[in-house]
């Protein structure tokens, strides 16, 4: 029993270790294209709804004053400015495909 509740822990430890991980844009295309909010076109209502989970869970927990990059116009993007952003687009998305 023990083991299994251990697994069960670390299981769950992944999980919000995931939740809460940011895109860094210079890391890889694919974290380029979801710090742009670019990947969410080619996902379907469910995939929209855990990522709407998973961006409320980041904002709750996420230090919000974390500035992931500066845009072009040299305005700091923080960490909560990026997902109330990503939650608005995945909004905007839900209602389009209703």
């Known amino acids: 029993m023990p083991t299994s509740n251990l697994t069960q822990r670390r299981r769950i ?8 991980e940011l895109p860094d844009p210079c ?15 080619g996902m379907d209502r469910l995939e929209l709804r855990n990522e709407w ?6 904002l709750m927990l996420a230090d919000g004053d974390l500035v992931l990059y500066m845009d072009s116009k040299g ?10 952003q990503r ?4 909004r905007r998305l839900l209602k389009g495909a209703a």
């Open 87 to 90: 939650l608005a687009e995945i």
């Open 27 to 41: 890391r890889s295309y694919e974290d380029f294209q979801k710090m742009n909010n670019e990947d969410l076109s």
């Open 13 to 20: 430890f992944k999980q919000f270790k995931s939740a809460l």
């Open 53 to 58: 989970n998973r961006a409320e869970l980041a």
């Open 75 to 84: 305005n700091m993007i923080t960490a909560r400015a990026y997902l109330l």
